[in-house]
Structure formats: C-alpha cells, structure tokens
C-alpha cells in the first residue's frame, strides 16, 4: 500500500466538506439586517469557511500530513474532521455530523472510482483546491497558505508514475470498501443504484493515453503491418479531446472534483443498514484505547494549533443542521442503524499522565485566545473574535 | 497476491504482501517458508511489497518485489527446507507480473518472463543460474499483467492495451485496443491457446492466441465479450486448461462470478 496517500485522502473530503457546509449555510442565512441574533448571515458564512480552511491548510498540519505514513483508521479520520467542523462558530450535532461525512465520504468515493487514469486523482485534488481558493479569494493569507499546499501537491505528486498512482488508488479505494450509503442527490442524478452501488459507464470518452477499443492490429516477423481486424462490444467509446492541466492554474477538463452541490437542491442520505459486511465492520476496534500514540499526537497537534473559541452560554452556540428540519435530525440520530455509527471518540485528555503532560506542553506553547467573560449573544462574540485579531 | 504453484512433486499456495512471501502446503494447512522483505522502520515514501508469482522450470518459485528484484526460490520435493537461490537484479522499476512458459516454447524463446511498472519486459531461462535471454523496454505505460505460450508473450497494460510480443526476438508480433481502463488480470489456457483479459472498464473479453509453427505467423482473434455490470473487475482465471470456464472477482463484490 502506499505511504503517499493520506494528503490526497485528507484533502479531497476536506474540499466535499467545505462544498457541503457552504451550501447548507448558504440555504439556511438570512439577510444581514434581517437577522435575529442566532440566524445566519454572508458575514458569518464567509467567517465559518475562512476558520476552516485556515485550519485545514495550516502549515504545521501540512507538514505532519505530507509525511509518508500509512492511512488513518475509518474512527481516526471522522475524529479529525470532527475537529475541523468546529474550528469556527459553528456548531454541528451528531446526527448532523454523522450525515456530513457520509456524504463527504460517499462523494470522494464515487471520483476516486470514476477516475479514468490513477494519475487523474490529482485532477480531483485540483479541482477541489481551485474551488478552496475561490471560497477564500478576498483572503490574501489564507489564499497564501493554501496555494504553498498545492506547490507542495505538485512537486511531490506530478512526477510519480502511473505504477505509483495506481498503487495510490488501491489504497484509497481499500479504505472505502463496502461503504455503499445511499445519497439522494446521486440516486436522482443515476450515478447510484438503489442497492447503494455506483453506475460504472461504459460510455464516454476513454483516458487520456488509451485508445477506443476495438482494433487489433497484427505484424509479421519484421514489424510490418499485415494485418487489421476489428471487434465489437456493448461499450459506445469516444476519443477524449485534451488532457486536464497538472499546473497550479489551468482548465482540469475532468468534471469529477467540482462542486455538484447548488443551493436549491438538498442533501440527504438514505441509511441502508442491511449490509452483513458492514455489521461485521463494526465490531472491529472496540478496543478502550483505539488511537495509536502516534495518531494521538498528530490529533493533539492539531489541536493544539487551533484557536479555541468557546461559545459563550453554553454548547449550541451557532448551530449548523444538515436536515431540512430539527425534528427530521432528531429522528435521523434515534434510528441510525447501529452498524453505520462512528463511534466517535472523545479525546479524555485527563486519562494518562504521560499523555497529558504532552498535551498542556503543547497548547503551553501557543497562545490559546481567552473567551470573553460575559459576552451572551453571537454579535458580542463576533465583536470579540475582531478585536482578538 | 495469491497463486497455486504448480510443481511437479507438490502444489504450494503462494502468497504475498507488504512484509514478504509466505508459501503454504496445497490445503492451506501448514505454512511452509516465510521470506521476509526489508522493512524499513517509519514509512518511506516508496512503498515496499512483494508481487508477481510464478513456478518456473519444475524446481523454482520467482516472485517479484518492489524494488524491482525477482527473488528466486529453490525449493525441494518435500519439506521446508526452501532456499534462496537467486535474485534477478534486471528491473529498476517495481514488479508487476511473473509468467512461466505454459506451452511448448521455441528454441531460444526462454521459459519465464517478468514485467514491471515502466512496462519493461525481460525474459529468462530458468535453471541454476537463470539467463537473460532478452529485454523489450518500456514506455512508461505499466504492464501490469503478463501471460507466456508458445513463445508468444502477452502484455496487458494499464491503458487498456494488448500486445503480444515473439519472445525469441522480441518483437511486437501484434497490438489490440483491448480494453478502456486499466488491464488487472491476463491469463491463459494452455491447451487451446485462449487468452482471457479482464479489466476496470467493467469488461472482460476472451480472445484466441495462434501460432504456425512453419510461417511463423502469430494470429489473434476475439471470441468473446462479457460485461460484468458496474463492476471493476479485478481478477479472471479459467477453471480449466481448455479454457471452457472462467472465474472473475470485482472491487466492493464479495461474490465470485463464474462464466
């Protein structure tokens, strides 16, 4: 397996992410004036994905996840971007979280599957990038930590060769077997069956290196051309028209990596629970202590770098919903099927000694902000967040 | 991976992985011989693994490794007692595929050939001390899976390609536009010269290899396609050596699907 694959793992659901809580907050905001106290606005939409990709793209965090190691573990992988999801002001519920890395999860999968040469999977990486970049265009620091990342893409992926890419995909692709949750938007676009499975076609135009089957061509002993033949299939073949840029600007040609999410239409999954591999899925890693020590550190890192902003007056502070309703999320967390529950860890930095002193030497290092005491609602706490700045 | 290895005196499960090769007696029961690869102690960025396996002149067990090494074993009728006896040190790219001669090859055509990641080719007679007999450079384009008959090799690459090469003179005897997505598996049966391709596109195809042995002229024909619906077929093998039936193995399927 490959020890490369876990930035292009990272960074691929990060971009779905960020499509999807664009999106949702895009529905739910409210006009600037119009606002109430705790509805949503531009201002904070904006504020939302500027934190998170700041987060995301910090370059620390980078460092650690450009080095070769081998991937995260299914629990591992949610736990951090469970973390990234509340490196802002919002505030996400289980159910809400669980919905959003299904989503982000099942979206990756379908491009990693779809992909017409291993090497297109920088292709989708690209494209993501193109779209982060646009989300934190009026961001000149951010705007500059992230094109870093995508130089670092470049330089570390472009040169590997097709062997390697493929090696790379494997990896992905084992890291995503048997999910086979239902999203809606896929199911009404036919890229998904209703058993959960994507539509591979078998149509449309070939990679690019690879020519339309179907000719076979035979020499003789001295290299000639003797002979043509041609064969038929079910398949309906075209010739693809120009290769997708590898530059850190450049038209990407492939569509898989952009943004399918538009405000009107919504996001939903569909749990199908009756997998028996999935059942057997989750009885693996009942373990008490299923971080390895190195991932610990890395998620401790991270934390570490974040600025931690407490809501004031409690947990729900600003809270996202991924349904179209507070009740059908409610109904969603009571009957998630067992077998698709993350069993998110909760990090209790308090447990080993060792473990802790790690920790408090870690955020020791970093100025961590001080929430304002007394601040009781979102405007004083906006307030707060600018005047830390 | 996983292959039988057929030798005269005892069938061995071979298996191989990202710490070596393990080879098991033909009923899965006893582990025979563990070779283990050097593993470095923090990830590199190289990943190492073994891969391609393939017994070769009725004494020999070859598998290939990422570093572009093929590892010889020897190994004797009966017992464990299984010994390194060469590495093969041709390929600077990692290996894909190993693949022992499984009809009668011509004089000077060698009896194994071995491919790699840049789709380099070399072919080999196995003994003592194996030969190299001839080497068809790459282009770049992996080979991912690589069959030998009759001095005939075929090559399935990862744009979908097929070429059959005359393994005496390494030539390029001929070239199908076989497939639209990466070629995972090749395999051959050896009595009536059928060839069976399968790959990402979802398609498998059998196709019927023909060698004259007076002309010379290689011929291929298609026989055959079967679409195995919105899968990505990532194993075939005929269950006989007519090549009458074959078996075929997708990503995400747990079933295996016999034709």
Known sequence: MSARTLPLLFLNLGGEMLYILDQRLR???????????????????????ND??????????????????????????????????????????Q???DKLYDLMTMAFKYQVLLCPRPRDILLVTYNHLDAIKDFISDSPGILNQVDETFRRLIETYNPLSDGEFQL??????????????????FLKDKVQNSNGRFVLPISGPVPWGTEVPGLIRIFNHKGVEVKRAEFTTAGNY?????????????????????????????????????????????????????????????????????????????????????FTTDEEEEHAAQTRPEELSY??????????????AELSRILGELDVAEPRPGSAGKGEDLLALMDGL | QAAWCELPSRVLLVLTSQRGVQMYDADGSTMVFWHALDVPELPAAHSVFARGIAAAGGRFICVGTSFGA???????????????????????????????????????????????DCGTLCLWSSGEEFTLLGKIPGSGCTCSSVALWNGIVAAGYGNGQIRLWEAGSGRIRAQLGAHARWIYALDLAPLTGKLLSAAEDSFVHVWKLSRDRDTDDIEVQHCHAECVTDTQVCGARFCDPAGDTFAVTGYDLSEILCY
Do not use: C
Not at chain 1, 27 to 38: C, L, M, N, V
Not at chain 1, 168 to 185: A, G, K, P
Not at chain 1, 290 to 307: H, T, V, Y
């Open chain 1, 168 to 185: 790379i995909r494997q990896t992905l692709l084992i890291f995503f077997q048997d999910m086979h949750i239902r999203v809606s938007i």
């Open chain 1, 27 to 49: 529905a739910q905001s409210i006009p600037g004036e119009k606002a109430r106290k705790d509805e949503w606005t531009d201002v904070d939409r904006k504020r939302v994905m």
């Open chain 1, 238 to 322: 075209v010739t693809p028209q120009r290769e997708g840029s590898f530059e850190l600007y450049g038209d990407r040609v492939l569509k898989l990596g952009t943004n399918m999410y538009s405000v009107t239409r919504p996001v939903e999954t569909h749990m199908s629970g009756s997998s028996k591999n999935l059942a057997s899925q989750a009885k693996e890693n009942i373990a008490p202590n299923p971080l390895a020590k190195e991932e610990l550190n890395f998620l401790a890192r991270l934390l570490g770098g974040l600025d931690i902003q407490k809501p004031a007056g409690g947990e729900s502070g600003f809270r996202l919903n991924l």
């Open chain 2, 70 to 116: 093929v590892l010889v074993f020897d190994i004797p009728p009966k017992g464990s007692n299984v010994t390194l006896s060469e590495v093969l040190e041709q390929h600077r790219d990692p290996i894909t595929d190993i693949a022992a001669e499984q009809g009668q090859a011509p004089d000077g055509a060698g009896d194994l050939v071995t491919a790699d």
């Open chain 1, 343 to 356: 069993k998110v860890i909760n990090i209790e930095a308090t447990q080993e000694p060792a473990r802790r």
């Open chain 1, 95 to 97: 159910a809400s979280m």
């Open chain 1, 52 to 93: 998170i990709i700041s987060t995301m793209f910090n370059r620390k965090f980078m460092e650690e996840l450009f080095k070769p190691q081998d991937l995260y573990s299914k629990k591992a992988l949610r736990t951090v971007y469970d973390r990234l999801a509340h490196a802002s002001i919002m505030r996400l519920n």
